[in-house]
Nanobody
Framework: VQLVESGGGLVHPGGSLRLSCAAS????????SNWYRQAPGKEREWVAR????????NYADSVKGRFIISRDNGKNTVSLQMNSLKPEDTAVYFC?????WGQGTQVTVSS
């Protein structure tokens, strides 16, 4: 079983990034997928959720209107489009499905 995130990096405030998570080793399309993040010195926090078939999404208030979660079950991937990024979005971002976690990808928002 593997979840592998990619797409992190350094971006200026107001910029955008798109994170992706590739799943393997389990029936990905049967499970809700989530994105979480963990900033230095803080607990891991939930960011967004998408239903197994992608028909329903939910967002933390802190990212609502700026982030969009999507999935492609044909490719076993879940993505997070992050727009209007703020310094407080700086964190390691993790994908989660079926109680499995990826290793995380670093997002740094700084001028």
């Amino acid at each position: 079983v593997q979840l592998v995130e990619s797409g992190g990096g350094l971006v200026h405030p107001g910029g955008s990034l798109r994170l992706s998570c590739a799943a393997s080793g389990f029936h990905f399309s049967s499970y809700i997928s989530n994105w979480y993040r963990q900033a230095p010195g803080k607990e891991r926090e939930w960011v967004a959720r998408i239903s197994s078939i992608g028909s329903s999404t939910n967002y933390a208030d802190s990212v609502k209107g700026r982030f969009i979660i999507s999935r492609d079950n044909g490719k076993n991937t879940v993505s997070l489009q992050m727009n209007s990024l703020k310094p407080e979005d700086t964190a390691v971002y993790f994908c989660n499905a079926n109680n499995y976690w990826g290793q995380g990808t670093q997002v740094t928002v700084s001028s």
